[in-house]
């Protein structure tokens, strides 16, 4: 088995505060040490973009906004225009949290809609889409994969600690 360097290893790493509470102190902190290691980005909430932007300045790090975050569960239109707005403040990546009550609920056109809708808003700029694993069988999985594939996006398995850990039959 081929074993992968560090420093080829943090290409892939999206390092992320996401927490509501995030300092200036620790936003510069984790774009210090993205800088450090060679991360690909650090990940941030969409009104951490403009300051963690000015940390990094030139570097190759990319900043990274989630919109939509944590629940998915805004407008589609909200999502686009945080999108926009994110990206316009120095996003270089975005990571949208997939509406998971439409996916459930079988709502298949409102989900590829509300990814599209967004994908539009990001231009050029890569999108990715979070699954809130946690909360989907594994039908939802493969269909929420269908979507994402079908409209060209990347995936992100994600288990992001504000949603309750249950499962549903």
């Known amino acids: 088995m081929n074993s992968l360097p560090p420093a080829a290893l943090a290409k892939y790493i999206d390092h992320t505060l996401l927490a509501a509470d995030a300092s200036r102190e620790q936003i510069r902190t984790l774009c210090e040490e993205a800088r ?10 969409s009104g951490q973009v403009p300051y963690a ?7 190759s790090v ?3 906004a989630v919109v939509g975050f944590p629940l998915g569960a805004g407008l ?5 225009f945080e999108a926009q707005q994110a990206i316009a403040a120095g996003a270089g990546e975005i990571d949208m949290v997939l509406n998971i009550g439409w996916l459930k609920d079988g709502l298949l056109d409102a989900v590829r809609e509300d990814i599209a809708q967004v994908h539009k808003a990001c231009g050029a700029v890569p999108l990715k889409v979070i699954l809130e694993t946690c909360l989907l069988d594994d039908a939802q999985k493969v269909q929420a994969c269908e979507i994402c594939r079908d409209l060209g996006r990347g995936l992100r398995q994600d288990l992001n600690r504000v949603q309750p850990r249950r499962r549903y039959a």
């Open 36 to 45: 450090e290691h060679g991360f690909y980005s650090v990940c941030v909430n």
């Open 76 to 80: 589609s239109d909200t999502k686009a």
């Open 62 to 64: 990319v900043v990274c």
């Open 53 to 59: 932007a000015s940390c990094l300045g030139d570097n």
